[in-house]
């Protein structure tokens, strides 16, 4: 992902797609679990956004048949 221009707004929307039900609910937070039990997250508090990799997090999500999107909207 490449820096934009911090003046312009940009809006990102962020969907999960499954046919697996409630599954997604609980399988992104075990995951950030097991991250942080292996030393891939730091211990301590923490916003999701600012300690985990999106893409090999969505990735490990995708070998688990759980899809995200992701739609970026820049005003100009």
């Known amino acids: ?3 934009r221009d911090p003046s312009k707004e940009v809006v990102y929307r962020v969907g ?8 997604p609910t609980g399988v992104a937070p075990a995951r950030a679990a097991i ?5 891939r997250i ?3 508090v923490h916003a999701p956004e600012v300690v985990i990799d ?3 997090f969505f990735k490990e999500l ?3 048949e759980i899809y995200t999107q992701v739609g970026v ?3 100009l």
């Open 1 to 3: 992902m490449t820096r």
């Open 35 to 39: 991250w942080l039990a292996e030393g």
């Open 16 to 23: 999960t797609l499954t046919c697996k039900g409630a599954l």
């Open 73 to 75: 909207t820049e005003l």
């Open 54 to 56: 999106p893409l090999p």
């Open 42 to 44: 730091p211990p301590g």
């Open 62 to 64: 995708e070998e688990r």
